[in-house]
């Protein structure tokens, strides 16, 4: 599949799960990937601070075989070298990871993503050739260590109206609050913990992508 493909199929997700075993509910990460897939989702991204390069590279194999066989987009966290070695459809960029220019030169037909904190960093990876840029952490969230600052729903208006490539939103987002950042146009919505600890994951998946569309179908 090309890039170009890949960005097609990107425009057309709402919800936008990602990985990270130690808060699943003592589901492994492929139980999670199966859950998301029954659910609906478009697109999973596989996240693992944890594990070794080889442990995330085989399991990363095991998400790309299934991902492919449901036509789901596979996003891997951090590393361009795993993204490539197992046939991935992206990869999803740090502020401290790799720079996106020098991601896209060494693959150019994977999506590359970019998290930024504000709207200099949203700029600034849209400029450097990012497909699409992660806003967050927009709530408190138990995936950040340490993180002291989140910047809040009214943030998303306000990057989303300066730059021109898609975006995610992210950062202990659920159903209690999701409707916060739906009204601030946010129509990708980035999720851990609301869906990797729901009880019933393919139900939870169901709930979030409905709520994302009647948005969607509302909006002007």
């Known amino acids: 599949m ?11 997700i709402d919800v936008y799960p990602v990985t990270c075993e130690a808060l ?25 601070k944890d594990y070794s ?37 992206g990869v999803h960029l740090g502020q401290d990871d790799l720079p996106v220019e020098v991601a896209r030169k060494l ?4 999506l590359i993503g970019a ?7 949203a700029l600034e990876a849209q400029e450097s050739g990012a497909d699409y840029i992660n806003i967050g952490p927009i ?8 993180a002291s600052h ?14 021109q490539v898609p975006f995610t939103v992210m950062g202990g987002i659920d159903l209690s609050n999701i409707d916060q950042v739906l009204a601030q146009g946010a ?9 990797t600890k729901a009880p019933d994951i393919p139900q939870r998946v169901r709930e979030l992508r409905e709520r994302i569309r009647a948005y969607k179908c509302s909006s002007p």
């Open 2 to 12: 090309d890039r170009q493909t890949r960005a097609a199929m990107f425009q057309e």
């Open 24 to 48: 699943s509910a003592g589901r492994s990460n492929l139980e999670v990937l199966e859950g998301v897939i029954e659910g609906g989702a478009k697109i999973i991204q596989f996240r693992e």
């Open 53 to 89: 390069e080889r442990d995330f590279y085989d399991l990363g194999l095991r998400f790309r075989e299934i991902t492919a066989r449901a036509n789901v987009l596979l996003i891997i966290n951090d590393h361009v070298d795993i993204a490539l070695a197992v046939g991935a459809d």
């Open 107 to 110: 693959a150019p037909e994977l």
């Open 115 to 121: 998290s930024t904190h504000s709207l200099e960093e």
């Open 139 to 146: 709530f408190p969230t138990q995936t950040k260590k340490g």
């Open 150 to 163: 989140f910047l809040g729903p009214g943030m998303i208006g306000h990057v989303s109206r300066n730059i």
């Open 187 to 195: 129509g990708r919505v980035a999720m851990v913990t609301a869906i």
